[in-house]
């Protein structure tokens, strides 16, 4: 993670980090979040673990350098505690996943017996069908 930081750092042309650094990242009840935000550090770790770029982080969470390079330092600095509160969030992720699974089991295999919907240009088709037989009639 320390890499991404640095390529952060160099690509925002020698950015300086405030003392104040620390105040970007706060608690909520969603756990550690970019101030401002509704974005937790556990958001950007997920893409950290899948190692997208610095600038595909950036865009997909609406967040700017700073912002990431202050939940990178945070992430540095507090990594135990942090790699904690993420594995948790990641347990309640999956166990949350298997209760709608089970609790939505029968509703899911009713969805997947049913045949597929028409696309659009079958359904267009059967339209202009539809419309040449009518005005044939006329």
Same mark, same amino acid.
């Given at each position: 993670?320390?890499?991404?930081?640095?390529?952060?750092?160099?690509?925002?042309?020698?950015?300086?980090?405030?003392?104040?650094?620390?105040?970007?990242?706060?608690? +909520?009840?969603?756990? &550690?979040?970019? /101030?401002?935000?509704? @974005?937790?550090?556990?958001?950007?770790?997920?893409? =950290?673990?899948? #190692?997208?770029?610095?600038?595909?982080?950036?865009?997909?969470?609406?967040? +700017?350098?700073?912002? &990431?390079?202050? /939940?990178?330092?945070? @992430?540095?600095?507090?990594?135990?505690?942090?790699? =904690?509160?993420? #594995?948790?969030?990641?347990?309640?992720?999956?166990?949350?996943?298997?209760?709608?699974?089970?609790?939505?089991?029968?509703?899911?295999?009713? @969805?997947?017996?049913?045949?597929?919907?028409?696309?659009?240009?079958?359904?267009?088709?059967?339209?202009?069908?539809?419309?040449?037989?009518?005005?044939?009639?006329?």
């Amino acid at each position: 993670m320390l890499e991404l930081k640095s390529i952060l750092h160099d690509k925002t042309n020698e950015m300086t980090l405030t003392s104040n650094e620390q105040s970007v990242i706060i608690r +909520t009840e969603r756990g &550690l979040t970019i /101030a401002g935000t509704g @974005i937790t550090l556990y958001d950007v770790m997920d893409y =950290i673990t899948e #190692q997208y770029p610095p600038k595909f982080i950036c865009a997909m969470l609406s967040i +700017t350098d700073e912002q &990431l390079i202050s /939940a990178l330092s945070y @992430i540095d600095d507090h990594r135990a505690e942090v790699e =904690i509160e993420y #594995q948790n969030v990641l347990k309640e992720a999956e166990e949350l996943q298997q209760y709608y699974e089970q609790e939505n089991h029968d509703l899911i295999a009713k @969805i997947t017996t049913k045949p597929p919907e028409p696309t659009t240009e079958e359904i267009r088709a059967k339209l202009r069908a539809e419309r040449a037989k009518f005005e044939s009639q006329i």
